[in-house]
């Protein structure tokens, strides 16, 4: 870690240094990342990402890290995050305008009160409107892309608008995956006017069922491979006797297979190991190539 460098990035926000990534994903694992800098302006946001592409410095934007698989290696770079200078939001009749920091489970109870439906689905999905639209993020047989009318995107030193079209959604992605210089920085969606206790009513019994089918009070990364054509992920996972399977720290969740946990001290490693596992033996019994939704980060 340079103190030069540090008070370079200052300029540009609030640094932290020697920053766990486990204390920056919802799976607890990952080395130490060199820098986690803070943007609070768009301004601030434009003079870090020009430095850091001008210096050859690599980084990485975090929203609430609920899709990510840090390896164990330190990452000697800079993480942005964008959670506390990007987090307003507005609603405009029926269009929600959200910065890429705001939580989309905490968009979605607002759009419930103000009788605006589109995001019930995304009440559980435990992101921010960046990281949904950068994997667009779905659940119950919808997803982020199907509410989007543009996004506010940072690239080749400029923002501009672009429209859903042009972000190239597909089942798990986006054009952004493919350009991660591109920093995505807000959204406008496309609401309906609903009934405010249906849209409650709805979002209640999803809470309830996720209560009692995910494993919430553990550690995760949520759903660990994308659903093939022909079964459901989970299928194939209980079809080769994998409940309950585990490597250290690292299992595959008694309450939904799909769901692997980390157990207390769990390794990036253990968790690469028990899905290649995974991934071989539904390969043999079923002929299926099971793919993983988890984003893997800082990995050779």
Known sequence: MSEKL??????FGEVDTDVPMSRLTTLHIGGNASYVVRPLSMVELDGLVKYLVHEGIPFKVFGKGSNLLCSDSEFHGVIISLEKGFCRHYFEEDMLVAEAGCSIIALAYDAMRNSLSGLEFASGIPGTVGGSIYMNAGAYKSSVSE???????????KFEWITAEECDFAYRTSIFQRHPLWVIIAARFHMVKEDQDMIRSLMDNRRE??????PLDMPSAGSVFRNPMDM??????????????SIG?????????NFIVNKGNGTASDFIALTNEIQQKVKEKYDIDLHMEVEKFNWQ
Do not use: C, F, M
């Open 6 to 11: 540090k008070d370079i990035l200052s300029r």
């Open 147 to 157: 509410v989007i009318d543009s996004v506010l995107v940072y690239r080749d030193g």
């Open 209 to 214: 069922r996720r209560l009692n089918t995910q």
């Open 232 to 245: 459901p992920a989970w299928k194939l996972i209980e079809g080769i006797g994998y409940r309950g399977r």
């Open 249 to 257: 720290d690292i299992a595959v969740s008694e309450k939904h297979v």
